[in-house]
């Protein structure tokens, strides 16, 4: 099973930016998909964003136009750029992978981000 470490998360400022990262154990470059979740809490984990191996976008309605999903296949590593944050942002955010429809995910280990001033 791939491991993935997340890398990236703080406090900030309404407004203010963060990019988060997601580093995995093996290339990533045919994973059927990878995406961002967050959790915050007394809530469910929820599905931020997500990127398909033909390079497929999905957002929740709630982070459009502000978050972008990406991936860098020769760095293993899949960000997510986070914009005019607020504090309702305010989660763990986790790392998903699925390398092919049928895989069970991988998750990392989750990395706080907290938007407050």
């Known amino acids: 099973q791939v491991q993935l470490v997340e890398s990236g998360g703080g406090l900030v400022q309404p407004g203010g930016s963060l990019r988060l990262s997601c580093a995995a154990s093996?290339?990533?470059?045919?994973?059927?998909?990878m995406g961002w979740y967050r959790q915050a809490p007394g809530k469910q984990r929820e599905l931020v964003a997500s990127?398909?191996?033909?390079?497929?976008?999905n957002y929740v309605d709630s982070v459009k136009g502000r978050f972008t999903i990406s991936r860098d296949n020769a760095k293993n590593t899949m960000y997510l750029q986070m914009n005019s944050l607020k504090p309702e942002d305010t989660a763990v955010y986790y790392c998903?992978?699925?390398?092919?429809?049928?895989?069970?995910?991988?998750w990392g280990q989750g990395t706080q981000v907290t938007v407050s001033s």
């Open positions: 998903n992978a699925r390398p092919t429809v049928l895989s069970v995910p991988s």
């Open positions: 093996g290339s990533i470059s045919r994973f059927y998909v």
């Open positions: 990127i398909t191996s033909s390079g497929s976008l």
